[in-house]
T-cell receptor
Framework: KQEVTQIPAALSVPEGENLVLNCSFT??????LQWFRQDPGKGLTSLLL?????REQTSGRLNASLDKSSGRSTLYIAASQPGDSATYLC?????????????FGAGTQVVVTP | DGGITQSPKYLFRKEGQNVTLSCEQN?????MYWYRQDPGQGLRLIYY???????QKGDIAEGYSVSREKKESFPLTVTSAQKNPTAFYLC???????????FGPGTRLLVL
């Protein structure tokens, strides 16, 4: 059974510092991996989606890498801002015959202090 | 303005009562999903539907029921058989099973 782990569970950094968030998964047979952001009491917002054939994806200050063989993905957020404070979750999609069965990690709660 | 709406924002359930959570999308997505989120945990899949009049159980379907009579709507009923219903419930949709999922704002269910 696929297990997705995010360590640390919480992280606090001063404004301007780069953020590095980790996600590991036990089964390398994935279709894609997604990173989401969740603000307190709100739904999830998709940040980046990496297909299994890709090594990384970039959007503005965000960059996500994927190493399937080692079962790891890293989300980098450059020059953090207080508005980046949120919980970040990663989720993996199983191979193509398992519709929509995203497996989520528990998330990393990030606080960026001014 | 396309998106997913969930109602109500807060819902209170009495002992032995069934309650229904609403989820509507105007994104013309085929697939819709229901997740449960408990504090400090990731989301867990309750039910999902690929097309109208068809749905599949997720990892924690016991005590829940769904229907998919219209493409835009995927209501979730929390039955009295669900003994620990207090949680944050999130609805999502996607164009196809493997594409990005878009989430609604969530419904928080509390037990009186």
């Amino acid at each position: 059974k696929q297990e997705v782990t995010q360590i640390p569970a919480a992280l606090s950094v001063p404004e301007g510092e780069n953020l590095v968030l980790n996600c590991s998964f036990t089964d390398s047979a994935i279709y894609n991996l997604q990173w989401f952001r969740q603000d307190p009491g709100k739904g999830l917002t998709s940040l980046l989606l990496i297909q299994s054939s890709q090594r990384e994806q970039t959007s503005g200050r965000l960059n996500a890498s994927l190493d399937k063989s080692s079962g790891r993905s890293t989300l980098y957020i450059a020059a953090s801002q207080p508005g980046d404070s949120a919980t970040y979750l990663c989720a993996v999609t199983p191979p193509t015959d398992s519709w929509g069965k995203l497996q989520f990690g528990a998330g990393t709660q990030v606080v960026v202090t001014p | 303005d396309g998106g997913i709406t969930q109602s109500p924002k807060y819902l209170f359930r009495k002992e032995g009562q069934n309650v229904t959570l609403s989820c509507e999308q105007n994104l013309n997505h085929d697939a819709m999903y229901w997740y449960r989120q408990d504090p400090g945990q990731g989301l867990r899949l309750i039910y999902y539907s690929q097309i109208v009049n068809d749905f599949q159980k997720g990892d924690i379907a016991e005590g829940y029921s769904v229907s998919r009579e219209k493409k835009e709507s995927f209501p979730l009923t929390v039955t009295s058989a669900q003994k620990n219903p207090t949680a944050f419930y999130l609805c999502a949709s996607s164009g196809r099973g493997q594409e990005t999922q878009y989430f609604g704002p969530g419904t928080r269910l509390l037990v009186l």
